[in-house]
């Protein structure tokens, strides 16, 4: 029996409503957390308390809120670095590597040592946020020179890249620097720790239990960076303008090439630096598992905030509570769950941006036909 409606897909001609990327991305996490919902009902298990115990455990006090936004930090400087490489149309998927290569890179700052031990930490955290940049821009460099040189596709070179960096480190951390025969370093020195809000506690008892650290402001800082390059500097035309429309670039004496490797090298540098902050302020040593795929899951907060550099922040947070209630909410891999309905939200609602639905009723859908005929 015929349906009496069709749905018509057209492509869009104009310019998207500047609310609707918001709206649909908002829609996505809508849409994902109610399928999550559905799926945890089919198995017998009470959605409200499962999503009322999450709550608690990721926004219920500011001891947990804080440990939200430790999460949140290296997702925040990981999803600026894909939204910078997307903006240009290069698809970086190797901030998993840069992580761990920023995080290799400012290790060697206090494990070589490069600077004294006994320095002030006022110059041995730059020195090791700097390194770990420098880590990360390199590792975003060689596919970039790849891609702009010889064509060679960004997407297989950044993905196997991911691997080459996390062997690279096992490497040190399994033998020349490993701590008793166990898979990390040793303790870095307290002088190369990110401070801590509880390191103030017996100066401020309201700071007692809380984790937040200052690898936070990095970025925050890096949101207003990457917001001022985009929107206000001539590169950041450039980088829009080649993303949009490549021949037009080149028709304006772009040069492409040396964009692609720039930008591939600021990708990587953002990326390198959350990997610094992630064992300067949480972790304080290099260890075989330093993330929990955060350079994978920075590509679904990039998307998901439509490449908007403040909407990075607060789409970190989000996944920064699914990290942590994933170790605190059962049954296990909820958190996993809804991060999976997201993606697939996220990149559904892109057909809601390139073309418009209609829904054809019967008695439209006869005339149309007639009239075709």
Same mark, same amino acid.
């Given at each position: 029996m015929a349906l009496p409606f069709s749905v018509a897909v057209e492509k869009r001609t104009e310019d998207v409503p500047r609310w609707m990327p918001a709206l649909t991305s908002v829609g996505s996490v809508v849409l994902a957390f109610a399928f999550s919902a559905l799926v945890l009902w089919l198995i017998g298990v009470n959605p409200v308390q499962v999503y009322g115990f999450f709550l608690r455990a990721t926004f219920g006090s500011w001891a947990a809120f804080s440990d939200t936004m430790v999460k949140a930090t290296p997702l925040i400087l990981v999803g600026l670095a894909c939204t910078v490489a997307f903006k240009m149309k290069l698809w970086n998927i190797g901030a998993e590597g840069q992580f761990y290569m920023g995080a290799f890179f400012a290790s060697l700052v206090v494990l070589v040592p490069l600077l004294p031990t006994n320095s002030p930490p006022a110059v041995l955290i730059p020195a090791m946020a700097i390194m770990g940049m420098v880590g990360g821009a390199v590792w975003g460099f060689f596919p970039g020179v790849l891609k702009a040189r010889f064509g060679v596709n960004e997407i297989i070179t950044t993905l196997m890249l991911n691997y080459v960096a996390i062997l690279w480190n096992n490497f040190w951390i399994f033998d020349r620097w490993s701590d008793a025969g166990f898979q990390m370093t040793p303790t870095f020195e307290r002088n190369s720790w990110l401070p801590r809000l509880s390191d103030y506690a017996r100066t401020y008892p309201a700071f007692s239990g809380i984790t937040l650290h200052l690898g936070v402001i990095f970025g925050i800082l890096a949101a207003i960076v990457v917001w001022w390059v985009m929107q206000r500097s001539r590169w950041g035309y450039e980088i829009r303008l080649i993303g949009d429309n490549p021949q037009a670039a080149r028709y304006a004496g772009i040069n492409i090439a040396r964009n692609i490797v720039l930008v591939m090298m600021f990708s990587g540098a953002l990326a390198g630096l959350a990997g610094?902050?992630?064992?300067?302020?949480?972790?304080?040593?290099?260890?075989?598992?330093?993330? %929990?795929?955060?350079?994978?899951?920075?590509?679904?907060?990039?998307?998901?905030?439509? =490449?908007? %550099?403040?909407?990075?922040?607060?789409? @970190?947070?989000?996944?920064?509570?699914?990290?942590? *209630?994933?170790?605190e909410v059962q049954p @296990?891999?909820?958190?996993?769950?809804?991060?999976?309905? #997201?993606?697939? *939200? #996220?990149? @559904?609602?892109?057909? =809601?941006?390139?073309?418009?639905?209609?829904?054809?009723?019967?008695?439209?859908?006869?005339?149309?036909?007639?009239? @075709?005929?």
């Open positions: 610094m902050s992630e064992i300067s302020g949480v972790v304080h040593r290099l260890q075989e598992r330093i993330s %929990p795929g955060y350079g994978f899951t920075g590509i679904i907060v990039a998307w998901l905030a439509k =490449l908007n %550099p403040f909407g990075v922040i607060l789409v @970190s947070i989000l996944f920064g509570a699914l990290i942590v *209630a994933g170790r @296990s891999g909820i958190a996993q769950l809804i991060q999976g309905f #997201v993606l697939f *939200a #996220v990149i @559904s609602s892109d057909v =809601l941006l390139r073309y418009k639905i209609h829904i054809v009723r019967g008695a439209d859908r006869t005339a149309a036909v007639g009239e @075709s005929t």
